[in-house]
C-alpha cells in the first residue's frame, strides 16, 4: 500500500519569504503526484501535477515541484508567499495504475503566512 | 475541467439519523469517488461510485454504513446511516475525467452528528 508522509505539520513563514513544504512517498511502482490546497472552508483546488517527463513541475499561483525519483520526494516550493497563500497543502499520490484515480493523501501542511 | 455541485453544503444531525449527500457533476464522468475528512485530519478514499452496478469500498468502510448510488454518468449520492458524533465530518465528492490524470473536488459537505 502506498503512503504519503508530509513532515510538517504547520509552516509559519513571512511574507515575501521563500516556503518549502515537503513530501515523501512510498512506492514500489510508478506513480502520479499532487499538490492540492484547501483555502478555509473551500474544496480542494489542484496546484500542480506530476506525471511524467520533467522533473520540475510548474503550477498555479506561483508554486512548483520537484519530483526526485530516488529520495521518492515531491517537495513544493515557492520563492516568495503572500498571505492570500496561507491555507492547507495536501501532497497526493494516485495508486499504480497511473490514473488519478484513487488518491492517497499526506496529513496535509498548513502554511500561515503573516506580516 | 469539471464543476461539481454537492448538496447539502452542511447539516448539522442527531444521532442515529441518516444523510445522503448528492453530488452533480456539469459533463459525464469515467470516475466518482467519495471521500471523508475527519476534523483535522486528511481524505480518506470511502468508495467509489460504479455507474450501473455496487460501489467499490475501501477497508474499513462497508456498504450498510455508506450506501453509495450513482445512476448515470454525471450523478451520485452517498448516505450516511445510522449517524454518531464520530461520523461528524467533511464528506467530499470527486471525479475524474477522460484518461484521469487529474482529480476534481466538490466543496464538500460538513457534517456535525449530535
Known amino acids: 500500500a502506498q503512503s504519503v508522509t508530509q513532515l510538517d505539520s504547520q509552516v509559519p513563514v513571512f511574507e515575501e519569504a521563500p516556503v518549502e513544504l515537503r513530501c515523501n512517498y512510498s512506492?514500489?511502482?510508478?506513480?502520479?503526484l499532487f499538490w492540492y490546497v484547501q483555502y478555509p472552508n473551500q474544496g480542494l483546488q489542484l496546484l500542480l501535477k506530476?506525471?511524467?517527463?520533467?522533473?520540475l513541475v510548474k503550477g498555479i499561483n506561483g508554486f512548483e515541484a520537484e519530483f526526485n525519483k530516488s529520495q521518492t520526494s515531491f517537495h513544493l516550493r515557492k520563492p516568495s508567499v503572500h498571505i492570500s497563500d496561507t491555507a492547507e497543502y495536501f501532497c497526493?499520490?494516485?495508486?499504480?495504475?497511473?490514473?488519478?484515480?484513487?488518491?492517497?493523501f499526506g496529513t496535509g501542511t498548513r502554511l500561515q503566512v503573516t506580516l | 475541467s469539471a464543476v461539481i455541485s454537492q448538496k447539502p453544503s452542511r447539516d448539522i444531525c442527531q444521532r442515529g439519523t441518516s444523510l445522503t449527500i448528492q453530488c452533480q457533476v456539469d459533463?459525464?464522468?469515467?470516475?466518482m469517488f467519495w471521500y471523508r475528512q475527519q476534523p483535522g485530519q486528511s481524505l480518506t478514499l470511502i468508495a467509489t461510485?460504479?455507474?450501473?452496478?455496487?460501489?467499490?469500498?475501501e477497508s474499513g468502510f462497508v456498504i450498510d454504513k455508506f450506501p453509495i448510488s450513482r445512476p448515470n454518468l454525471t450523478f451520485s449520492t452517498l448516505t450516511v446511516s445510522n449517524m454518531s458524533p464520530e461520523d461528524s465530518s467533511i464528506y467530499l465528492c470527486?471525479?475524474?475525467?477522460?484518461?484521469?490524470?487529474?482529480?476534481?473536488f466538490g466543496q464538500g459537505t460538513r457534517l456535525t452528528v449530535v
Open positions: 506530476y506525471l511524467s517527463g520533467s522533473t
Open positions: 497526493a499520490v494516485s495508486e499504480g495504475t497511473g490514473t488519478a484515480s484513487k488518491l492517497t
Open positions: 461510485a460504479n455507474q450501473g452496478s455496487e460501489a467499490t469500498y
Open positions: 459533463s459525464q464522468v469515467t470516475m
Open positions: 470527486s471525479v475524474a475525467l477522460g484518461r484521469a490524470t487529474e482529480a476534481f
Open positions: 512506492s514500489s511502482v510508478s506513480v502520479y
